[in-house]
C-alpha cells in the first residue's frame, strides 16, 4: 500500500449514521463529562458539582456576549477576535444550549416590528401624486415621490433582521461559511423535533443567505482523481452517501480508467467539495448498479457512448434546499461533452428512496379497507367505502395469491404482497416463483409513484423531483437493480433512468416548474393506466 493510501485508511472515519446531527467537538465532550463527572461525585462534594455547572453557565453567557458583540461592533481590528470567540465558543456548548442559543438570536436579534409597524402607517399617509404616471418628470412629481422613496430604504432597513448582520460578518470571516453552514444545520436539526416559528424565519434567511453565496459562479469544478490529497479523498469515503465504497480498491476503481468523479469547491472552505458526482462512461445506459460498481475491466473510454451518472453526494448537511445538484450536473455534462464529444447520451441510474415507504402505508391502508369490504354485504354498504382502492390488477392478484401458498397467508393479494416485502430478511428475493409474481405489481405501481404521486404538484419522490426539476425524462425503470439491503428497503430493488437531453433540458425543467409537468418515455407509461394526453409527455 503506497502513502497516499496508508494515509486514507489510517484517517477516514466512519461516515455519521445521521448526517443532520449536530456536530459534536472535544470541548463539548469535556464539558459534558465534567458535569457527568460532578454528578456522579456529589457524595464527594457538592463544590464539585456546583462549580462544573457554573463553568458551563459562564461558557454560555460568554458566548452569548460574543455573539451580540458581533453583530453590534464596528471596530473591523477586533471583530476578528470576536468572530472568533463565537465560533469557537459555539462549539463547545452542549445540545440544550446550542438549542438555546439560537432561539435566543431568533428572537432577540429578530427585526424591530412595532418600528415596521409605525414606518407602514406613516408610508399608508402619504399621498400619491394626482397624476401617477412613471412617464412624468415634473419637479413637483419628484419632490412628492422623494418622500417615498426616503420611506421605502427605511423600509428595507426595518425589516432587515440583525441577525443578517452576523451572517454577513461570518460570510467574510476566515472558516466562516463552513461555520455558517454547520449552524444551519443545527437549526435544521432542531426544527425536525420542533417547528418553532422564529427558528424557521431564521432559517429561511440563512438559506437566502448561503444560496447567494454559493451561486455557480463563486463555485469551482474540480475532477478529482487518485492523486488529489488524502484529506480530500477522505471525504469522499467518509460523504457517499448512495453507494458506499467498500475499501481503497473500490475508491481507486471510481476514480479510475472509464470513470469519472467531479466535485464543486468554494474557496472558502478549501480541500472539501461541497457536493461531488460519479460518473461510469458505457456503451449504453445501465440498467443495474451491480454491472456500474463491478464492471472490471471497464470498457476502453474511446468506446464510450453514455456518462452515466449513479451517485450525487452532499458533503455538508448545512446546505439542504440548495440546489447546487443542479449547477454540477449540467456544468459536468458541458465538461464530458466538450472533452469526449463522442459522448452522446448523459442518462442516470438512481434509486427511488420513497418508493417502498409509499407502497407499504398504501398496501397496509387499502388491505384494512379490504377486510371492511369484505364484511359487508350489501351494494349500498360497499359504496359508503369511498376511500376503498385495490391497487393490484386481477391477473396480479392471482398471481400473488397462487405463488404465496406456501410462504404466506392472506384473505387478499394485498395483504399477501405487504407481508412478502415486509418478510424478515427479505426472503422473497430468494424465491424465483415469488420474484415472478412480485415483479409486475412492484413495476406497475413504481411507475404509478414516479408519474402520478405527487406532492404540491411535484414528484412525491425526493430523487425523482431532483432529476425533474433540472430538466431530465423518466425513462425506464430496472427489475431487481440494487439487491443491496439499501436498495430492497427503500424500493424492492427497482432503480430508474433518468436521461437529459441536451437539446431539452430548460424546455422539460420549464414545464416541470410551472406546470408539474412530468415528461416520460411510452414504455414506462405502458405500466400505468391511460391518462389523457396532456398528463404526460411521451417523448
Known amino acids: 500500500?503506497?502513502?497516499?493510501?496508508?494515509?486514507?485508511?489510517?484517517?477516514?472515519?466512519?461516515?455519521?449514521?445521521?448526517?443532520?446531527?449536530?456536530?459534536?467537538?472535544?470541548?463539548n465532550n469535556i464539558v459534558k463529562q465534567s458535569v457527568s463527572n460532578s454528578e456522579g461525585n456529589q457524595s464527594n462534594g457538592g463544590n464539585k458539582n456546583l462549580s462544573a455547572y457554573n463553568y458551563t453557565d459562564r461558557n454560555f453567557e460568554n458566548v452569548r456576549e460574543s455573539m451580540h458583540s458581533a453583530i453590534s461592533m464596528n471596530k473591523t481590528e477586533v471583530l476578528d477576535s470576536v468572530l472568533n470567540d463565537f465560533s469557537e465558543g459555539y462549539f463547545s456548548l452542549s445540545y440544550e444550549d446550542r438549542r438555546k442559543l439560537l432561539l435566543m438570536l431568533a428572537k432577540e436579534c429578530d427585526l424591530n416590528r412595532t418600528q415596521v409597524h409605525e414606518l407602514i402607517k406613516q408610508y399608508l399617509g402619504l399621498e400619491l401624486?394626482?397624476?401617477?404616471?412613471?412617464?412624468?418628470?415634473?419637479?413637483?412629481?419628484?419632490?412628492?415621490?422623494?418622500?417615498f422613496y426616503r420611506m421605502e430604504r427605511n423600509l428595507r432597513h426595518a425589516l432587515k433582521p440583525k441577525y443578517e448582520d452576523l451572517f454577513e460578518r461570518l460570510n467574510t470571516h476566515p472558516g466562516g461559511l463552513k461555520f455558517l453552514s454547520s449552524l444551519r444545520a443545527d437549526i435544521l436539526f432542531i426544527l425536525a423535533e420542533e417547528n418553532l416559528a422564529s427558528l424557521r424565519a431564521l432559517d429561511s434567511h440563512l438559506k437566502?443567505?448561503?444560496s447567494t453565496w454559493l451561486s455557480p459562479a463563486a463555485l469551482e469544478l474540480h475532477q478529482i482523481t487518485w492523486d488529489d490529497p488524502a484529506s480530500l479523498l477522505e471525504k469522499i469515503v467518509a460523504y457517499e452517501a448512495v453507494h458506499p465504497i467498500s475499501n481503497l480498491i473500490d475508491l481507486k476503481r471510481r476514480l479510475g480508467v472509464g470513470r469519472r468523479c467531479f466535485g464543486y469547491l468554494h474557496p472558502a472552505i478549501p480541500g472539501e467539495p461541497l457536493i461531488f458526482i460519479e460518473v461510469a462512461l458505457q456503451k449504453n445506459v445501465a440498467q443495474t448498479i451491480q454491472e456500474v460498481l463491478w464492471d472490471d475491466p471497464p470498457i476502453?473510454?474511446?468506446?464510450?457512448?453514455?456518462?452515466?451518472?449513479?451517485?450525487?453526494?452532499?458533503?455538508?448537511?448545512?446546505?439542504?434546499?440548495?440546489?447546487?445538484?443542479?449547477?454540477?450536473?449540467?456544468?459536468?455534462?458541458?465538461?464530458?461533452?466538450?472533452?469526449?464529444p463522442h459522448i452522446s447520451t448523459f442518462a442516470t441510474l438512481s434509486p427511488i428512496p420513497g418508493y417502498m415507504q409509499w407502497l407499504l402505508s398504501k398496501l397496509a391502508s387499502q388491505s384494512k379497507l379490504a377486510e371492511g369490504e369484505a364484511?359487508?354485504?350489501?351494494?349500498?354498504?360497499?359504496?359508503?367505502?369511498t376511500f376503498f382502492e385495490n391497487i393490484l390488477e386481477p391477473e396480479e392478484e392471482r398471481g400473488l395469491m397462487e405463488a404465496?401458498?406456501?410462504?404466506?397467508?392472506?384473505?387478499?393479494?394485498?395483504?399477501?404482497?405487504?407481508?412478502?416485502?415486509?418478510?424478515?430478511?427479505?426472503?422473497?428475493?430468494?424465491?424465483d416463483e415469488l420474484l415472478s409474481a412480485l415483479k409486475p405489481p412492484l413495476m406497475h405501481l413504481c411507475a404509478?409513484?414516479?408519474?402520478?404521486?405527487?406532492?404540491?404538484?411535484?414528484?412525491?419522490?425526493?430523487?425523482?423531483?431532483?432529476?425533474?426539476?433540472?430538466?431530465?425524462?423518466?425513462?425506464?425503470?430496472?427489475?431487481?437493480?440494487?439487491?443491496?439491503?439499501?436498495?430492497?428497503?427503500?424500493s424492492g430493488g427497482i432503480m430508474v433512468n433518468y436521461v437529459y437531453r441536451l437539446e431539452s433540458i430548460e424546455e422539460y425543467a420549464h414545464s416541470y416548474f410551472n406546470t408539474g409537468h412530468i415528461h416520460a418515455s411510452n414504455d414506462l407509461r405502458r405500466y400505468v393506466e391511460v391518462q389523457p394526453k396532456d398528463e404526460f409527455d411521451g417523448q
Open 300 to 340: 476502453p473510454e474511446s468506446e464510450a457512448t453514455c456518462a452515466l451518472f449513479y451517485s450525487i453526494s452532499s458533503t455538508q448537511p448545512g446546505l439542504s434546499g440548495i440546489n447546487l445538484g443542479k449547477f454540477l450536473i449540467k456544468r459536468v455534462i458541458k465538461h464530458v461533452k466538450r472533452d469526449m
Open 375 to 385: 364484511l359487508s354485504h350489501s351494494s349500498a354498504e360497499k359504496s359508503g367505502s
Open 404 to 431: 404465496s401458498t406456501e410462504f404466506v397467508a392472506g384473505n387478499n393479494g394485498m395483504e399477501v404482497m405487504l407481508k412478502l416485502l415486509t418478510s424478515t430478511n427479505y426472503e422473497w428475493i430468494n424465491s
Open 1 to 27: 500500500m503506497n502513502k497516499k493510501g496508508l494515509a486514507i485508511l489510517m484517517r477516514t472515519r466512519m461516515k455519521p449514521n445521521d448526517a443532520s446531527k449536530l456536530a459534536q467537538s472535544p470541548l
Open 208 to 210: 437566502e443567505k448561503l
Open 129 to 147: 401624486p394626482s397624476r401617477w404616471n412613471v412617464q412624468s418628470s415634473g419637479l413637483e412629481e419628484e419632490g412628492t415621490l422623494s418622500a
Open 448 to 490: 404509478r409513484y414516479l408519474l402520478q404521486e405527487k406532492k404540491r404538484g411535484k414528484a412525491l419522490d425526493s430523487v425523482a423531483n431532483f432529476h425533474l426539476q433540472n430538466g431530465a425524462m423518466i425513462e425506464r425503470i430496472n427489475w431487481m437493480a440494487d439487491r443491496s439491503e439499501k436498495g430492497l428497503r427503500q
